[in-house]
């Protein structure tokens, strides 16, 4: 299932991961603290933050979970 808490973001074209984590930061506060270690794919890649999305890309993010 998808999530419906921010299910789609209009971005301006050439924007990267990192302007999109930059949008979300603003949209939700508390994903500002742990933005440099969340891990982002999209679709079912891994990619850097320079990453350039594209119309219909998906994006997932993987914060950081502690666990022992």
Do not use: C, H, M, W
């Not at 209009?10 to 984590?21: P, V």
């Not at 320079?50 to 993010?61: I, K, Q, R, T």
């Amino acid at each position: 299932p998808r999530s419906t808490l921010f299910p789609y973001t209009t971005l301006f074209r050439s924007s990267t991961l990192e302007g999109l984590l930059n949008q979300l930061a603003i949209r939700f506060p508390k994903l500002a603290p742990v933005r440099k270690s969340t891990l982002i794919a999209v679709g079912v890649d891994y990619q850097d933050r320079s990453y350039v999305l594209l119309a219909g890309d998906e994006v997932s993010l993987f914060p950081p979970v502690q666990g022992g």
